[in-house]
């Protein structure tokens, strides 16, 4: 990408004879819903697996999660081809259409095996799941647990079931620096991770496997809806081991995120507006209507850029979400209601101030369905990996299906994949920092931040990209040098690397497609394209998008090729 960004193999500098070594089949980078399920799967075919998480698993963004499941059950009121529609039509153009198939037609099984597995979905008087409804959705097809708490109880379900069994070891606290491969050369293996823990150091982690379910990068946004540890861990180590990135551009936001100054960003699920709670501007007027056919209930891109037209036309920092009509708010989104109650808020009786903040990583390490990458013995899953099932845009609800549908079918793979290996090579990584003087971390995580808000944000020019690529290629100048010994460093210099990718993308994308909005660019850009980054490229390898219904299959390096 850029000689600084791409310079450094591994973020420090170790001798892996000198520190403990663990050895297992699978490696699953990421506790949650994707890790989780590759675990499982790779467990009960017998693997011995391990799980890392650095943060506790009530803060993945698994757990927080609100809305739902998407899913069909076959019958009158929906099919799996209104879904597909849907996803592709989300998707603007750049969805693979054999991804978008397999995932929405396995929607339905892979509800019933967790609902099997104990998950308490919502239902209705005579026992029936209740479906909600949420944006860009034709039917209502979206399963949710305890009103607005899908998350959590998904969470619990995968995590007892990991905890069942004997195959898996969690280590919770553990942090992966880099992924481990014996040369920096092109098809060189993924063997594992090195980690830290703070009670334990550094350890040497070698697996026959390992599945990266590290999730997305929406702390690089000062406006996010994404618990802390969204710092693109994952997507930056792939890239330093040579995996392919592609669609980094495409980071979807969130249109309805309470806005209090100095509160944290708390969602409000699109839920709340699929049973029924209007947009309002600061004249009370629903500015939503007549501004799209599905008024209120438009892609998330769409609501997203006319709040931020009503905010610049009308001044201040918000626009306000109605729900005073709505029958038994409470009831339904308990969670929602008991968060705005901590501000003082009362959505029965007041308006919400809302606007817009980066909520989902839509590219990431470039996979198939099945988790495979470029990079032998590398699997991604969930929201870490791209598989051409969002395109340019994320269909409400798809996120948590696809982490259950591509994390079973990667946790197979690494299983079935894990061959028996040979002993661990010695591997030096002998880096030295530079020399200049102490860095205000803080500092730069903040302007990082800010940079991408105020120049890679909702709405996009071709300028502030290119300002935003400066920025950050010169922070990156005296951050990337640098060594440090503890998680919070290591995590800004991952979102250097990431927040480059993304603004890179954006970029070199001058069109205006999905949740990319350009304002200096007409329409979309044909023919659609991937792009798609490689550690030591300056510029992306553009790769066609699957539209003839066939999934495709990412080959392992050696040559670097998606046939
Ligand atoms: C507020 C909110 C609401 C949402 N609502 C919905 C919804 O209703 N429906 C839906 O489909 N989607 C929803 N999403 C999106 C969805 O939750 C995520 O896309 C999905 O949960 C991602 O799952 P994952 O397993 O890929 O990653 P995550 O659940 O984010 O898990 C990532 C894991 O990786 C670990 N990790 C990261 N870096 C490292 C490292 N360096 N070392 C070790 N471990 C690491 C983390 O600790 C964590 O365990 C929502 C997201 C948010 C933030």
């Known amino acids: ?184 050369a092109e098809g060189a293996p993924v063997l594992g991770a090195v980690t830290h823990h703070p009670r334990f150091g550094l350890q040497m982690v070698w697996a026959k496997s390992t599945v990266l379910a590290s999730g997305g990068a929406g702390q690089v946004y000062r406006e996010t809806t994404n618990p802390r540890g969204a710092t693109a861990d994952g997507i930056a180590m792939a890239y330093r081991a040579g995996a392919a990135v592609a669609d980094m551009a495409f980071v979807q936001f969130h249109p309805t995120v309470l806005y209090v100054p100095g509160a944290a960003r708390t969602l409000i699920s699109e839920a709340v507006r699929g049973e029924g709670a209007h947009l309002l501007d600061d004249a009370g007027e629903r500015f939503m209507v007549g501004a799209h056919d599905l008024a209120e209930l438009a892609p998330r891109d769409v609501v997203s850029r006319a709040i931020v037209a009503r905010i610049a036309d009308q001044g201040g920092g918000n626009v306000w979400l109605d729900c005073r009509h709505m029958d038994s708010f409470a009831g339904r989104f308990p969670g929602i209601d008991a968060a705005l109650k901590r501000f003082g808020l009362d959505a029965a009786r007041e308006l919400v101030p809302i606007h817009p903040a980066a909520h989902y990583t839509v590219g990431g390490v470039r996979a198939d369905l099945d988790g495979r990458t470029n990079v032998p013995g590398l699997y991604a899953v969930g929201e870490a990996s791209c598989t051409g099932l969002h395109g340019a845009n994320r269909l409400a609800s798809n996120s948590l299906l696809e982490g259950l549908v591509a994390g079973a079918r990667a946790g197979a793979m690494a299983a079935d994949g894990a061959g028996n290996g040979s002993g661990p090579p010695k591997i030096v990584s002998d880096i030295r920092p530079s020399d200049q003087g102490e860095l205000d971390l803080i500092d730069v995580r903040s302007s990082l931040r800010s940079a991408m808000w105020k120049n890679v944000g909702v709405e996009r020019t071709g300028a502030k990209l290119r300002d935003a690529v400066e920025m950050l290629a010169f922070w990156a100048r005296y951050t990337l040098d640098k060594i440090f010994d503890d998680p919070e460093g290591w995590e800004v210099q991952n979102m250097l690397l990431v927040g480059s990718l993304i603004a890179r993308s954006a970029a070199h994308r001058d069109e205006r497609r999905g949740c990319h909005w350009r304002l200096d660019a007409d329409g979309p850009a044909e023919p659609a394209h991937h792009d798609v980054w490689r550690r030591g490229s300056a510029e992306p390898r553009a790769e066609r998008v699957r539209t003839d219904g066939t999934p495709g299959v990412v080959v392992p390096d050696r040559a670097g090729v998606r046939k």
Not at 26 to 52: S, Y
Not at 165 to 179: I, T
């Open 1 to 184: 990408m850029s000689a600084v960004v791409d310079e450094r193999r591994y973020l420090i500098p170790f001798r892996s004879t000198l520190l403990p070594q663990i050895f297992c089949d699978v490696l699953v980078i990421g506790g949650g819903v994707a890790g989780m399920r590759a675990a499982i799967e790779a467990a009960d075919r017998g693997a011995d697996v391990i799980v890392l998480t650095k943060s506790p698993l009530d803060r993945t963004n698994t757990s927080w999660a609100q809305g739902g499941v998407a899913g069909v059950f076959e019958g009158a009121a929906d099919t799996v081809e209104a879904h597909v529609h849907d996803t592709l039509v989300a998707g603007a153009g750049l969805c693979d259409e054999g991804v978008v198939r397999e995932v929405c037609s396995a929607g339905g099984a892979a509800l019933e095996e967790i609902a099997a597995w104990g998950m308490r979905f919502d239902r209705d008087g005579d026992g029936t799941l209740n479906a909600g409804r949420e944006g860009g959705h034709s039917a209502s097809r979206v399963y949710h647990a305890g009103g607005d708490a899908t998350g959590v109880e998904l969470q619990r379900v995968l995590t007892d079931r990991v905890r069942a069994s004997e195959h898996v070891r969690v280590f919770l606290d553990c942090f992966a620096l880099d992924m481990i491969t014996p040369s920096d």
